[in-house]
């Protein structure tokens, strides 16, 4: 709240009072008030970011690290769980200065994942201070409820239900960015560039701002390319504490013509390097909204966590289908998986229901 403009506004409005009939002041009408609290409905907004429940059921062995499941193990192969669980505030401070915090109440991991002040700028230059979604590639930055399908790609989780297994590129980091869109328009010019700490979500402690990971993207009505960069060090957990070097490389490409919205192509290519280990992720996806409720769509992605060494591939073909009513999704997902490295690793079944507003 700015006090002294109020306190100006005030005193003037005092003062054309006095001079109109030296009588007292007098109570704001029923309309002024609506007009005041209009004004400050953008401080604060909160609301249910994901609230998904999820049926699973694994007809495998293993999970997704090669953790054994089943009969004797702490795991079982079905069940109904709580996947995310978000809460948001959002809200303008001033009229350049807003602040979004995203907290997951679901699970047993860290609570806060987006926590971060925005400072706009001139169009092209946007900074953003806190943790928040990395700038890179295009599933990355997207939010949990906006997903095509369940899980997410290879790339970032290997698996999601009984116990969520980490891989190449986390979701979130704490950091500062700069983006933005020097060209605006039916051609679309877009980048963003952060420096972070490279720990991921939540960490207890940092090894400095070490990392820079950064996006340019191209759109042209409906057709979208974007480059994408990662190079940053990791710190062994263990003495002597070496710093390895991380590397890694994306390009993404999205159709969503204009006459045709309701198609929706993307893929995404992710190269990276750890040290001496070179790894490879790809997917491909497709979904059409039959109408304004259904829609239909297939992935076939494939991750290969070292390139020097053979019969570690990881393949997998997830068939979806999604019922959209409002702010509520109902969806069916089959995941036809092969991992050589963990042969038994099975096929899995998901459905589940999504609740956001």
């Known amino acids: 709240m700015n006090v002294s403009r109020s306190a100006a506004a005030f005193f003037v409005a005092i003062g054309i009072a006095g001079v109109a009939d030296l009588g007292f002041c007098q109570p704001p009408t029923v309309e ?7 004004a400050r409905a953008d401080t604060i907004t909160i609301g249910v970011g994901a609230l998904q429940i999820q049926y699973y059921h694994d007809s495998g062995a293993q999970l997704g690290d090669g953790t054994p499941i089943g009969s004797g193990t702490p795991f079982g192969r079905n069940g109904v769980t709580i996947r995310r669980a978000e809460l948001y505030a959002r809200g303008r401070v001033t009229e350049r200065i807003t602040y979004e915090t995203l907290f997951d109440v679901g699970g047993s991991g860290p609570i806060i994942r987006d926590g971060f002040i925005e400072i706009a700028g001139a169009p092209y230059a946007n900074l953003r201070l806190g943790q928040f979604r990395i700038p890179f590639g295009v ?3 997207l939010s949990n409820h906006n997903l095509v399908f ?3 790609m290879l790339a970032t989780y290997l698996g999601e239900q009984q116990r969520v297994v980490s891989n190449l590129l986390q979701e979130w980091d704490r950091g500062v960015q700069i983006g933005g869109e020097p060209i605006s328009g039916p051609l679309n010019v877009s ?4 420096l972070i700490n490279g720990e991921g979500l939540n960490p207890v402690v940092g090894n400095g701002l070490t990392d820079v990971v950064g996006r340019f993207g191209i759109r042209v009505a ?6 994408s960069t990662y190079r940053g060090t990791r710190r062994d957990a263990a003495a002597p504490f070496l710093d390895r070097n991380r590397t890694r490389f994306g390009w993404d490409a999205e159709i969503n013509p204009n006459p045709l919205k309701a198609l929706l192509i993307r893929g995404e290519f992710i190269r990276g390097r750890d040290d001496q280990t070179t790894t490879r992720g790809w997917y491909v996806l497709a979904a059409y909204r039959v109408t304004d409720c259904w829609e239909p769509a297939v992935r076939v992605e494939r991750w290969d ?3 020097g060494a053979a019969g570690d591939g990881f ?8 019922y959209d009513v409002g702010g509520t999704r109902l969806s069916a997902d089959y995941e036809f998986r092969d991992d ?3 042969p038994a690793l099975g096929n899995l079944s998901l459905i589940q229901y999504q609740l956001s507003f």
């Not at 980048?191 to 952060?194: I, M, P, Q, R, V």
């Open 305 to 307: 966590p070292d390139r």
């Open 340 to 342: 050589r490295a963990h």
């Open 150 to 152: 369940i899980d997410r």
């Open 315 to 322: 393949t997998r073909t997830t068939l979806g289908l999604n």
């Open 139 to 141: 599933e990355t930055r």
């Open 222 to 227: 409906g057709y979208q390319i974007g480059a």
């Open 32 to 38: 002024e008030r609506l007009d005041r609290l209009i």
């Open 191 to 194: 980048y963003a560039l952060a």
